[in-house]
């Protein structure tokens, strides 16, 4: 056995296919004294019983790209290293068995086409032709996605370790890690129980291993182990080598051939959890015992698709545990708690698919500090404070699993682990009315319904116009009408002091937050390449204090980016006080002679106005009012401490009985800021848009000689120009938009949206997307185009603006 180094510069924990990929890819990336570290063997995790499907449409563009990165790669994977994978592009059906499923899969055709990929929607016969052995009575149509395929888990990963030891990594298997050597939050070594290995960087790669192993340095991944279970049969006449993957969603289950036999297996509503109170010692190379009974409901729909499995000869039941998240999204990328360690694990049996793209963005993630493109949705920092406890992920991690086929509904929501995180005024709420949301276990009002009308507070999906349709409609009346109290308790909520807070801020911040006390900024937090990495309001409450506003679900994400770049040697700290805050916002043209109704404080337009922050009191408690609004309209927010919250409430609904007040939720506040042009961070904007790309150039303090992260990139681009412009879109309203649909420019496929609604205002549906060109993108351009929007495979007419559908001049906010 070769000699363990003793130092390197980066460690990957597991030889798993993400671990061995990852290894592949920073040798590539020139840093050859990478090493690999495997416990047992290479596959013997989880790795060599994956069922090996590889598809890659997901919802979002960028994981979509990451999986079509591993599709290009095992293409050319065995030509490179001379081992076989088991690669095959022979394509991937999916079927629908409804008229609901199909509407499903004609958007997914459409999100295809946004991204750039090609997906044929066939007929039921026509889908016969690809897959004979089945039974289309029940079908009401199929999609084909052509560079689909299958792989061998384990061949495929013995080929990313051979090209990795190609070029020039080290792998090491039965090589245990027993700790990590961390001195002052900073990671010198991993200990091994062949020896000691200095180390800069630590990547774990361990699979269902990664939680309890990261937990012992304060590191949080969210996943656990479930059951999974397919079978393989014998040789059946008619199956040949070339047959497509099938995913048969509607009975929840998948095939792929082998060997000229069969592998079927599938999710179940009700899968088990598996090494509750810990994985095994010595598990590896380990399947479960098989479960028949519990498969059982499987094979009966199965059977009803392909008939010839109710006389195949069965070979195995393979049961074998796979990490799955809460989200159903893998988890990657440097953890907030640790400087230095990352980690790409939680892959929920879709591992061979991401593998070869995940391991070129951790690659570039550990090499560079950043990721390749924009990764929120499997990001680690969108997890919070519910995921620390195991019980709660595993909770909502099995309905993650039980919902993996079952109808993707535009607004779904989880019914697990809840309620969690609740507001003061979650009682009276739900008392009034209120069908709930939740994001990162807070419970949020979606929408209120309306017991006279004969309404109730649950939502029911439809991929239509969905019930709470006329209920988000009063609201959004309301808003614009008279006045609507909006309960934003869950806004994460920061403050950073010291002496030096003014000139840490002033570096991080795009927009210049050097103005006086009681102002407010609204501003984005750009990297290097001057990409949004935040969208937030920062309040300046004091010469070296300011407070932090910014979304329910970017807590851990902007709390750590905050922290990771304030310049070294500064004197200022970061807290985060979420949980101290309520916050009601008051928004209308009658907000002010509500607000004013209930304070001594003079709340009038010229001792009050907008973008100032000001603590006045209302019933006895000092209220941090900020003039701000998402909304559009005039409005505050009222940021108070939890303790008074009933209270506050209680004195701001009475003062509004006569003046129009209602409650509102998230729904209304969704198509306010639709038709007021408010962007969205994580949809519209993130750190593959830049301001200037984004229309929010404004907000970056280019005017000055401050200087700040992302700056020169910035001037570079404005100088240059930019190749992509966000535009918002408008079409009948009896075209529901959700989002992803693709945008077509003089019938030139141009990109997609990015967010999608209603607007009832302007009684329009609302879009808004990048329009994309190699050559540059003016406003000239976009607006001088003639636009259509593919909506479920059919083009909808469609109008293009550059500015506000509502109050462009900002005159109802600033009044």
């Known amino acids: 056995m070769a000699q363990l180094p003793s130092t390197a510069k980066t460690v990957i924990i597991g030889g798993g296919i993400i671990g061995c990929s990852t290894a592949y890819h920073l040798a590539k990336l020139g840093w050859t004294d990478t090493v690999l570290l495997e416990r047992k063997k290479l596959t013997s995790g989880t790795t060599f019983h994956a069922a090996g499907l590889v598809g890659q449409l997901r919802s979002n563009a960028n994981i979509t790209q990451l999986l079509g990165y591993s599709v290009d790669l095992y293409n050319k994977l065995e030509e490179e290293t001379g081992l076989g994978t088991g690669w095959k592009m022979n394509g991937g059906l999916r079927l629908a068995c409804n008229q609901e499923r199909w509407t499903e899969v004609k958007r997914q055709a459409t999100t295809a086409h946004s991204f750039g990929l090609e997906m044929e929607l066939l007929t039921p016969s026509e889908a016969q032709e690809l897959w004979p052995l089945m039974d289309i009575s029940d079908l009401v149509g199929a999609a084909f996605m052509p560079t689909d395929g299958q792989a061998n888990p384990s061949d495929i990963t ?70 999974h279970q397919y079978m393989v049969t014998e040789p059946i ?49 380990s399947l479960l015992d098989s479960n028949f009974d519990h498969f059982e409901q499987l094979m009966e729909l199965a059977l009803g698709r392909v008939p010839a499995l109710e006389t195949a000869g069965i070979k195995t039941l393979t049961n074998g545990p796979e990490s799955f998240t809460p989200d159903g999204n893998f988890i990657i990328g440097e953890a907030p708690e640790l400087r230095n360690f990352y980690v790409g694990a939680g892959f929920n049996a879709f591992g061979i698919a991401a593998g070869g793209g995940a391991g070129m963005a951790l690659a570039e993630w550990a090499h560079k500090g950043e990721p390749p493109f924009d990764l929120w949705s499997a990001d680690i920092r969108r997890f919070g404070r519910p995921h620390f406890d195991t019980d709660w992920v595993r909770a ?32 009276v709420l739900a008392e009034a009315g209120a069908s709930f949301g939740e994001k990162l276990g807070w419970e949020r009002p979606n929408w209120f319904a309306d017991a006279a009308k004969g309404e109730t507070p649950k939502d029911v999906y439809s991929f239509g116009r969905q019930n709470w349709f006329e209920a988000v409609g009063r609201e959004h009346k309301a808003a614009r009408e008279a006045a609507a109290l909006f309960d934003q308790t869950s806004f994460s909520k920061f403050a950073l002091k010291g002496p030096d807070a003014l000139a840490a801020l002033n570096w991080i911040c795009a927009n210049n937050v050097d103005k006086p006390v009681g102002a407010l900024t609204y501003t984005q937090m750009l990297n290097d390449r001057g990409g949004i990495e935040c969208d937030l309001t920062v309040g300046r409450v004091a010469s070296d204090e300011f407070y932090i506003v910014t979304g329910t679900g970017f807590a851990t994400h902007d709390f750590n980016w905050i922290s990771r770049n304030i310049p070294a040697g500064m004197n200022c700290q970061l807290f985060d006080i979420t949980s101290s805050n309520s916050v009601l916002s008051l928004m209308g043209p009658n907000a002010r002679s509500i607000l004013q109704k209930v304070t001594n404080d003079d709340v009038s337009g010229e001792a009050f106005k907008f973008g100032m922050i000001r603590t006045i009191g209302i019933a006895g408690c000092p209220v941090q009012a900020l003039r701000v609004t998402y909304v559009g309209e005039l409005g505050w927010e009222l940021h108070l401490p939890v303790e008074y ?5 209680a004195a701001i609904m009475k003062a509004g009985r006569g003046e129009g007040l209602i409650n509102a939720g998230y729904r209304a506040i969704e ?47 404005k100088a240059a120009g930019v190749k992509k412009r966000l535009a918002c879109f408008t079409v009948d309203p009896d075209v529901v938009l959700v989002g992803r649909e693709t945008i077509y420019r003089n019938g030139k496929r141009v990109g997609w949206l990015t967010s999608g609604g209603y607007g009832y205002s302007v009684g329009r549906s609302i879009g808004y997307g990048y329009v994309r060109d190699a050559q540059g993108v003016s406003a000239d351009f976009v607006a001088s185009g003639d636009y259509q929007l593919e909506v479920a495979t059919q083009r909808v007419p469609a109008q293009v603006h550059m500015q506000p559908l509502y109050d462009p001049k900002m005159l109802r906010v600033k009044v």
């Open 158 to 227: 013995q080929a990313l370790a051979k090209g990795a030891r190609m070029a020039g990594a080290s792998i090491f298997e039965d090589t245990k890690v027993t700790d990590i050597e961390i001195e002052d939050g900073k990671i010198r070594a991993v200990i091994t129980q062949g020896g000691r290995i200095e180390c800069e960087k630590v990547i774990c790669c361990a699979g269902q291993w990664t939680r309890d192993f990261a937990k012992r340095f304060g590191v949080n991944v969210p996943l656990v182990s479930m059951e």
């Open 645 to 649: 919250a009933q209270t506050v409430y």
């Open 671 to 717: 198509s306010l800021r639709l038709e007021k042009g408010y962007r969205a961070w994580g949809s519209d904007i993130g750190p593959d848009h830049t301001p200037q790309e984004s229309g929010l150039g404004w907000a970056v303090k280019l005017g000055t000689d401050i200087d700040f992260r992302g700056r020169a990139a910035a001037e570079a681009q």
């Open 237 to 285: 006449a008619g199956v040949t080598p070339g047959l497509p993957t099938l995913r048969d969603p509607d009975r929840l289950t998948y095939y792929k051939e082998e060997v000229g036999g069969l592998v079927m297996g599938g999710y179940e509503p009700d899968p088990i959890a598996w090494a509750t109170k810990g994985i095994p010692s010595g598990f590896h190379y």
């Open 396 to 427: 909502r991690t099995s309905e993650a699993y039980g919902k993996h086929y079952t109808m993707a509904w535009p607004h779904e929501e989880h019914s697990s682990g809840r309620p969690c995180r609740k507001s003061p005024l979650y009682d």
